[in-house]
């Protein structure tokens, strides 16, 4: 075989290859590719995938949430108090409302709220913005107290009956840190904004990636990545597991969908971008409604975040970087 053939050779395994799923280069080259196409019109609607990194999406909103919760300060504990019309509020009370201000929605109660979103390892991975929570009594399960935690070692709480709300020093290590805030800021639904916020060119169906992402609000961009992952942009693609059409709709998904035909390139978007928009009303995190896609939202809620499957792991860390570096 000659040089030349070879060369030929392995240009056509290459190309092979890349309809298989994108590794880290080839999803790093094709968000270069989106990132030169796009032309964006306001942040991504993404942030860091979970995994308690400190960079990230995240901090405007947080910086509001926590300037929300500064007006407190000085408010009395009252046990019960879920609003400042109650004359003041007991700490979930005030995690509760000020959360809800940004459309943000927590359980009443603090243990609940300690298992709301995902968990964040350490201290040292917390971010501002984040809820901290300490189980202190044998009588109940799981947290009694809950703060927020504003970086740098502060946190703000409802402390207890004679005390106000107020700013203090960390006392002891929480016995659980989470992180609730979504990766985008959230409009009034809790969804994380996209509408309008970029747009895509240059790609496959990017007029379908554009009218589906204005449509229900999910970013074009993350459309068109997880159309690359899924299927590298080919409408007539399916899965040994029976994924069909450009988006790797499942047969009973799409039905639940209202798609006729997970073929038809336009079908397949709409349903997709309403399957997105569902997943990330429902988990408030992009990472968390990409593992949704790919592995169900049972498997997410199940796991109480991205599950341990390696595949579902790969898929959200590769789509995520695609949609990060665009």
């Given at each position: ?64 949430v ?55 390892p ?40 004679g ?37 895509v ?101 199940r ?12 898929y ?11």
């Amino acid at each position: 075989m000659s040089v030349s053939e070879i060369t030929s050779r392995i240009a056509q395994i290459q190309s092979q290859l890349a309809l298989l799923g994108p590794s880290q280069s080839s999803g790093s080259a094709f968000a270069a590719s989106l990132s030169a196409a796009s032309s964006a019109a306001g942040a991504s609607a993404t942030g860091a995938a979970g995994s308690g990194s400190s960079s990230g999406g995240g901090s405007a909103l947080a910086a509001d949430v926590i300037a929300e919760a500064k007006k407190y300060v000085g408010m009395p504990y009252v046990w019960g108090g879920s609003s400042p019309a109650a004359g003041g509020m007991d700490c979930s009370g005030l995690v509760q409302y000020v959360y809800g201000k940004f459309g943000v929605d927590l359980p009443r109660v603090s243990a609940d709220q300690a298992r709301a979103g995902q968990p964040v390892p350490s201290m040292a991975e917390a971010r501002p913005g984040d809820l901290i929570a300490w189980d202190n009594s044998s009588r109940n399960n799981g947290a009694d107290h809950i703060a927020i935690y504003l970086g740098g070692g502060k946190m703000l709480e409802a402390p207890r009956t004679g005390l106000d709300i107020r700013i203090v020093d960390v006392p002891s290590t929480p016995d659980y840190i989470r992180r609730v805030l979504p990766d985008a800021p959230v409009g009034a639904a809790g969804a994380p904004a996209a509408a309008g916020s970029s747009r895509v060119s240059g790609v496959p169906f990017s007029d379908l990636f554009n009218a589906a992402g204005q449509r229900y609000g999910v970013d074009p961009v993350l459309l068109a990545s997880v159309a690359r992952q899924e299927s590298g942009f080919d409408p007539k693609a399916v899965s040994p597991a029976g994924a069909q059409g450009l988006m790797q709709l499942m047969p009973g998904t799409a039905d639940g969908l209202g798609v006729t035909n997970s073929f038809d390139p336009a079908q397949a978007v709409d349903g997709a971008a309403r399957l997105l928009r569902d997943l990330l009303d429902r988990f408030g995190r992009t990472d968390l409604a990409l593992a949704g896609y790919n592995a169900g939202p049972g498997a997410v809620l199940r796991y109480d975040g991205i599950p341990p499957y390696p595949e579902t792991q790969n898929y959200v860390r590769s789509v995520m970087a695609m949609v990060r570096a665009a």
